[in-house]
């Protein structure tokens, strides 16, 4: 199955990818996100692509320019994530056939992401909209609108979220930081699945 955890591993290596990517799988997270700042990031995720092949769903944040996205869908990556609302670079990833996920804060730029075609919008820094502003916004979103919190979020407010319809998760130093190996990714990311399997009461979960 695939949850709506998306794991950040922001500061990977590429020498690491392979083994985080194998751990998270195993674990349950099948989306993984390595940010642009990090060391060699495009090598990363080819790496991971080429390992997971279509057991996981590999892409890459702190996506800001065209050029980055024309990069990414040249190493077949299938998601793209932001900080920001950039309408031409979510239509440049709507082009190349890629899922993208800009970051808000605003009704106003809820509406301009989804306007542009973004297949979900990321609340960020979700610590500063929190579940209260989530549940406000979402009551002029139109309805289905995928939502995902990152930033401040993890297994102790899981259930808060949840309460305010959130469709899931982005998860950062919760889950990796850099020199982290690949079984204390694992565990990390077996104790977010297993929190995350009981507040959405996923049917044969890890919870």
């Excluded at 998306?6 to 590429?14: D, V």
Aim: proline letters at 6%; a neutral charge.
């Amino acid at each position: 199955m695939s949850r709506e955890i998306i794991a950040i591993l922001r500061g990977i290596r590429p020498d690491e990818a392979e083994a985080v990517t194998e751990a998270l799988i195993a674990a349950g997270i099948s989306r993984i996100e390595v940010p642009l700042n990090s060391p060699d990031p495009y090598d990363s995720i080819a790496r991971m692509i080429g390992r997971a092949g279509a057991r996981a769903l590999i892409g890459a944040g702190t996506v800001l320019a065209v050029a980055e996205v024309a990069r990414l869908a040249a190493i077949g990556a299938a998601m793209v994530v932001s900080p920001d609302c950039n309408g031409a670079v979510i239509a440049a990833t709507k082009r190349a056939g890629m899922l993208s996920y800009p970051g808000v804060m605003t009704p106003t730029e809820c509406f301009a992401a989804l306007a542009a075609g973004a297949d979900g919008i990321k609340l960020f820094p979700a610590s500063l909209v929190g579940p209260a502003g989530l549940a406000a916004i979402r009551a002029v979103l139109p309805a289905g609108t995928r939502t995902y919190a990152v930033g401040g979020v993890g297994p102790d407010n899981f259930a808060d979220w949840h309460r305010a319809g959130v469709s899931g998760f982005g998860i950062g130093s919760g889950i990796y930081a850099p020199g982290a190996s690949a079984a204390e990714v694992g565990a990390l990311a077996r104790e977010i699945v297993a929190a995350y399997d009981r507040v959405f009461a996923v049917p044969g979960g890890a919870g």
